[in-house]
């Protein structure tokens, strides 16, 4: 029982860790707050859809999901951040704020407002030991976020390009007298975090079997509590904050049974972290 | 009766004076009136705590409902007049925003966006999912006010707001005038320098928060005595954005940027069908465009109004 649960909040963990991850990183370089984010995952799960009911094949049809939302998250952020980065920060947040809204809406009106049902034949089978039991969707998104994020780490840690897009992260005005093309650093922040929360689109698209235009707004808001916990900017801290709070939500609903809205579990987490540590888990003033 | 402006509104006004007379003004126009008075109070008090103060809140609806339900109750349940349901709501709320803004305040400016955000999301739930504030289904039996031993009527109701309103921005632009008029604007600019030159700054946001609050609940006590009903769903972050959309359209920080805006964005789902059912979509374009383009607002600085209606300047032929 409680190996099933850990495994549970692990698997919804990652996936919040999928979608907050693009979060932290687009505030770790331009110190905005990119709440469209949330829009860009939910765009990830129609274009999967979208793709899967064109194509038929699951595998192409994450692929398309990630490259669709690696590309609208290029798009914000050459036409609508970077021309901002002058202003106050609560200029870009309003723009943020308006493009989720928006988007929401766009969903709405394009794809109907009614969950669209996204069955995908994933081909892995279940996986059963005793009474322990992982579903096929459970480790579809095991295997590909943690594919996902030994890939981040990989590209972070050991590679030059990493260590750019580290360098930009502490101080792009430094880093761009060192001879970083900080711009292209940028893009590429924007490309890989909105691949990755289109994969989280997917995986949630289909784990929950339902696409729907306002899937957005509980991980926009849970995103947002849960990169604060770990750290504004902080990747290790977001990926540390994002399983605390998949295995909080788990345990608390599942195991302990407490009338309590699930999704507000992250919320409180954050205020009672925020209380001893207002840094977050593993962030730095 | 012969008025300058034409017999119609000669009978329209006749009537209004006189309470035996149905008002020949249609139920109609009144209540648009009556909801753009509502919206342009909850701008006015958003641009205190953005404009005046500098501080994002993204969960404004929140202190709306505090006050729409505060004043419900009181009317509804415990009895209370008008008279006293609708101050004890602004009161309310502002107690809220104090109890909220103190902690909330201390923090950058990026929590601060995030937690305002979470107490909208957390207010509308307790709304939602407390029977003790009727759940899904709200409150409702809130009557308009009685006064002279009868019920008002709606266009005496918009008068009554009016004036009230008017009497709010009366206070306002001495209050901008005077020092802390003087401490808001010098926290605006830059906050660090302000600090450095002893304003306690601090304590200023707190004000404009308590301030900005306590004005939303006031529209939240008017709104429910109009509507005769509230529910949880009308306080939720999408309201946020609909008040903020008016702000920003208007001009963040401008006096009557706000107010223009409530009245433009107000009036403009009513008189076009189409625009009432893409309201959300074209809110949340206008935010991103308007800030985009043209983030002071239609009556900032820089704005393509005056541009647009600026006269062009004669010039003989033949000169430049």
């Known amino acids: ?285 | 009766m012969a008025y300058r402006f034409g017999s119609e509104q000669g009978f329209a006004i006749s009537h209004l004076l006189s309470a035996t007379h149905e008002p020949m003004i249609s139920g109609y126009l009144i209540t648009i009136c009556i909801t753009i008075v509502i919206y342009a109070m909850l701008a006015h008090s958003l641009n205190i705590i953005t404009g005046h103060a500098g501080q994002i809140s993204l969960g404004h609806a929140s202190f709306f409902g505090i006050g729409a339900y505060t004043s419900a109750m009181l009317y509804a349940e415990a009895g209370f007049a008008f008279w006293i349901s609708v101050p004890m709501a602004a009161v309310a709320a502002g107690v809220v925003g104090a109890l909220l803004g103190i902690p909330c305040l201390r923090v950058r400016d990026d929590f601060l966006a995030i937690t305002t955000m979470g107490i909208n999301f957390v207010v509308e739930a307790i709304f939602l999912y407390l029977p003790f504030f009727g759940g899904a289904m709200g409150i409702g039996g809130i009557n308009l006010p009685r006064w002279f031993g009868r019920e008002m009527t709606k266009p005496e109701y918009f008068v009554v707001i009016f004036a009230v309103f008017s009497l709010l921005l009366l206070l306002d632009r001495r209050m901008g005038r005077s020092w802390i008029g003087l401490a808001w604007a010098s926290i605006r600019d830059d906050e660090q320098a302000a600090e450095a030159m002893g304003v306690d700054v601090v304590r200023f946001k707190v004000v404009a928060f308590i301030l900005g609050s306590a004005i939303a609940g006031l529209a939240g006590g008017f709104y429910a005595h109009f509507l005769t009903f509230i529910m949880p769903q009308n306080f939720g972050f999408g309201q946020s954005i609909v008040i903020l959309s008016m702000v920003v359209f208007g001009g963040i920080g401008t006096r009557w940027g706000p107010i223009v805006g409530a009245i433009i964005l107000g009036v403009l789902p009513e008189v076009s069908r189409p625009i009432m059912e893409y309201r959300i979509l074209i809110y949340g374009i206008l935010l991103l465009s308007m800030m985009r383009f043209q983030p002071g607002g239609l009556l900032g600085p820089e704005s393509i109004l005056p541009r647009i209606l600026r006269r062009p300047v004669y010039v003989l032929p033949g000169q430049r």
């Open chain 1, 1 to 285: 029982m409680l190996w099933q649960q850990l495994a549970n909040g692990i698997a919804i963990g990652s996936v919040y860790a999928l979608i907050s991850l693009g979060l932290t990183m687009v505030y770790g370089i331009l110190r905005i707050l990119h709440v469209a984010h949330a829009g860009i995952y939910a765009l990830g799960a129609y274009v999967g859809l979208l793709s899967f009911r064109l194509i038929g094949d699951f595998w192409l049809s994450l692929i398309a999901g990630m490259a669709g939302a690696a590309i609208a998250g290029y798009l914000v952020e050459r036409f609508l951040y970077t021309p901002l980065l002058h202003l106050p920060r609560i200029a870009p947040l309003i723009v943020s704020i308006g493009l989720f809204t928006a988007l929401e809406e766009a969903f709405r009106i394009v794809a109907g407002p009614h969950t669209l049902a996204y069955n995908a034949r994933i081909g892995l089978g279940n996986f059963s030991v005793g009474s322990f039991h992982l579903t096929e969707t459970q480790i579809l998104i095991l295997f590909v976020t943690f594919a996902i994020l030994i890939f981040l780490w990989a590209l972070l840690a050991k590679t030059r390009a990493g260590l750019a897009m580290r360098a930009c992260a502490q101080d792009p005005e430094t880093a761009s007298a060192f001879g970083v093309n900080v711009s292209a650093v940028i893009a590429v922040n924007f490309l890989i975090g909105s691949a990755m929360a289109g994969a989280a689109g997917v995986l949630i698209g289909v784990y929950d079997n339902q696409v729907w235009p306002t899937m957005g707004s509980i991980p926009a808001y849970k995103a947002l509590a849960i990169v604060v916990l770990g750290g504004l900017g902080n990747i290790p801290g977001t990926v540390l904050a994002a399983i605390v709070v998949g295995l909080a939500e788990t345990f608390f609903i599942g195991v302990l049974a407490i009338p309590f809205p699930r999704d507000a579990v992250a919320f409180v987490a954050m205020i009672i972290v925020l209380m001893f540590k207002p840094y977050g888990l593993l962030g730095k003033a």
